[in-house]
């Protein structure tokens, strides 16, 4: 039996994650769980799957779940402590890291110096840690398995082919909420309005993501580490239907691409049980009765969280770190009503020029660069009376 731990456990990944393992008791364990506040949803988790470890952020909350679990053998830790633990237990097999965010590199790199096999869903630590993460795959001989849904497309496409043959990556998009829309139309869009994604089940932050298209020029860059292609050879169309995750052209000018309805548990469970395939209960996509796949461009002159991430992935270096910090902290902002959307892109452009430019970025230099890169909005908005 695979033995599965957890980061982000109560979040969208994570709780589709265990409906697979719920579906696949006798092939699938949980050796560890870990969420950040929400105590009573990893009571829940804990007492149907009982794991060994289980971990929330703040203490203050470990302590409350302690006493709610202690009629059970699980033994409960907290913070940045807590998540390595899990991450390198001798119990777990396969490491999901499934939280949003750059709290998500230190685990990962921990869970590779153990000997796990990682499934990534956490974009952010190879789109600022990509330079660190890729090289200790290697070093250690580990799998790492792409969990986004695109990126989990581009992985099943390249499957048995040899990288030096892709010409370009087709990484697509349904649009996002705002697909379609015009920037005066955009200007005072809430954090209500982005939320009503037409296609995914998402958490808020990617939704909002997703809407301004940061989404996807963080999985270009993810993309780019993940596969060894460039950037620049890495192309994004909008597919509104969602049915089309993602393609791969080859330089015979093949192109092949993976099709399915939109559904998270599937390339979720790809990973957990690669190279196999097992049964999934999600609609079959039926061909004939699609009849036509659309395939749009970017509107990039709109929605700018495209080319400033392309930007970002050209200079390099620290750069992918201040793009992916000074949004998370926008969308923050944005999420609390305290900016306009189109003010997102704003902040993330003046940070990118702000903050400084480090080539070979250490860990330690990535993380100051996050703290910079944060306080560079929030100074941004204070100083503008907000």
């Known amino acids: 039996?695979?033995?599965?731990?957890?980061?982000?456990?109560?979040?969208?990944?994570?709780?589709?994650a265990l409906d697979i393992i719920r579906n696949y008791r006798e092939e699938l364990g949980v050796a560890a769980l870990a969420a950040g506040r929400n105590v009573s949803g990893l009571e829940a988790q804990i007492r149907e799957f009982r794991p060994k470890l289980a971990a929330l952020w703040e203490e203050r909350a470990a302590?409350?779940?302690?006493?709610?679990?202690?009629?059970l053998p699980v033994r409960i830790v907290s913070g940045m402590d807590g998540l390595l633990e899990i991450a390198s237990m001798d119990e777990g097999e396969i490491f999901l890291n499934a939280v949003v965010g750059m709290i998500g590199i230190r685990p990962t790199l921990a869970a590779i110096a153990a000997g796990k096999t990682i499934a990534l869903a956490n974009k952010e630590t190879l789109v600022t840690a990509g330079h660190l993460i890729m090289p200790a795959v290697r070093e250690a001989g580990v799998t790492l398995l792409p969990v986004d849904s695109e990126h989990s497309a581009i992985f099943q496409c390249m499957n048995g082919e040899p990288a030096g043959r892709v010409r370009r990556i087709l990484l697509t998009c349904s649009g996002g909420t705002f697909r379609g829309r015009t920037r005066e139309q955009l200007v005072h869009m809430t954090a209500k309005d982005a939320l009503k994604n037409p296609n995914w089940s998402m958490g808020s932050k990617v939704t909002i993501d997703s809407a301004s298209l940061v989404n996807k020029g963080l999985e270009v860059m993810e993309a780019s580490w993940l596969f060894g292609v460039p950037a620049e050879r890495i192309e994004?169309?909008?597919?509104p239907q969602s049915l089309c995750h993602s393609a791969v052209e080859y330089v015979d000018g093949s192109i092949m691409a993976q099709l399915?309805?939109?559904?998270?548990?599937?390339?979720?469970?790809?990973?957990?049980?690669?190279?196999?395939r097992k049964e999934l209960e999600i609609p079959v996509l039926s061909l004939e009765e699609i009849a036509a796949i659309r395939f749009e461009k970017p509107d990039t002159d709109t929605f700018r969280g495209l080319p400033l991430a392309y930007r970002a992935a050209a200079a390099g270096g620290s750069m992918p770190t201040v793009f992916n910090a000074s949004n998370e902290e926008a969308v923050a902002c944005f999420m609390r009503d305290e900016i306009e959307f189109l003010e997102i892109y704003e902040l993330i452009e003046g940070a990118m020029e702000a903050v400084p430019l480090i080539r070979e970025p250490s860990l330690g230099e990535i993380l100051e660069t996050e703290r910079l890169s944060r306080k560079y909005v929030q100074g941004r908005i204070s100083s503008e009376g907000r």
């Open 260 to 276: 399915a309805y939109p559904d998270m548990h599937l390339p979720i469970q790809y990973a957990f049980f690669y190279p196999d």
């Open 63 to 71: 302590e409350e779940l302690r006493a709610r679990v202690s009629d």
């Open 236 to 239: 994004v169309l909008v597919q």
């Open 1 to 16: 039996m695979k033995q599965i731990t957890i980061i982000g456990s109560t979040g969208s990944i994570g709780t589709q």
